[in-house]
């Protein structure tokens, strides 16, 4: 059985090295989107710094299981080449490509591309015998094909002081969720600035509020959130 892997926000593991890290280091497209009939597409890795970056890169199969996002590793998308190293002032071309064929007609399928800088090969092993990691980026990857389109509707409930926001997706294709929030009146709940994450084709994403936010909200509200970029707006009743 493969080992699901929990997909983690991505932060600096150590303060000095990941600040130079992500200085060093471009990435482009940070979002890779591949309408069929095509397989395959390249992103371009910059290295801005003064010193050789050390790369290397992992595809994970992108799935949504009790509102949470989970990875799994996969081979159906492959990154070529997986490792890299990159001079400074120097740009890399890395082709990502489904091997698994173009997506199918009214479906899309989901990935995570993760690009992590390695230190010096003499301290790369940390006690425990993995690899450290500098930094990393965490890339979308979808494959989609013809006639995608999301669908999403909105609950919300109250769990003890937390506030749940959860979002389902009968649509055959992903949604980005920006500036989320629920309002009621002139009382608000915001569940981050910036992007939220995404709800994935046919998958339920949920969001929880830090403790004590349910106390600020009645019995109905209305969810604000950007949805690939226009502001959409839903009611919706609390339940308890």
Not at 190 to 218: I, K
Request: charged share 20%.
């Amino acid at each position: 059985m493969r080992t699901a892997l929990y997909l983690a926000v991505i932060a600096a593991f150590m303060a000095p090295a990941a600040a130079n890290a992500q200085a060093a280091l471009r990435v482009q497209p940070l979002t890779v989107d591949v309408a069929s009939p095509s397989q395959s597409t390249s992103i371009t890795l910059q290295n801005n710094g003064s010193e050789v970056l050390s790369l290397q890169l992992r595809v994970f199969e992108w799935s949504q299981a009790d509102g949470e996002d989970r990875l799994t590793p996969t081979t159906e998308v492959v990154a070529s080449p997986p490792v890299a190293r990159i001079a400074p002032g120097s740009a890399y071309t890395v082709r990502i490509a489904r091997t698994a064929g173009a997506a199918a007609a009214n479906a899309e399928e989901s990935y995570r591309l993760w690009i992590d800088e390695l230190p010096p090969a003499d301290a790369r092993r940390s006690e425990g015998g993995e690899v450290d990691v500098r930094m990393r980026f965490d890339l979308p990857v979808f494959f989609h094909g013809s006639g995608t389109s999301s669908a999403l509707s909105w609950s919300a409930r109250k769990a003890g002081g937390d506030l749940v926001l959860e979002a389902a997706n009968t649509g055959s294709r992903h949604a980005r969720i920006e500036g989320l929030k629920l309002r009621e009146g002139e009382d608000v709940v915001s569940f981050g600035d910036g992007l939220n994450g995404y709800v994935l084709a046919n998958s339920t994403r949920r969001w929880t509020a830090p403790a004590g936010s349910a106390a600020a909200l009645g019995g109905d509200a209305t969810v604000v959130t950007g949805v690939g970029g226009d502001e959409t707006r839903q009611a919706v009743a609390l339940a308890d």
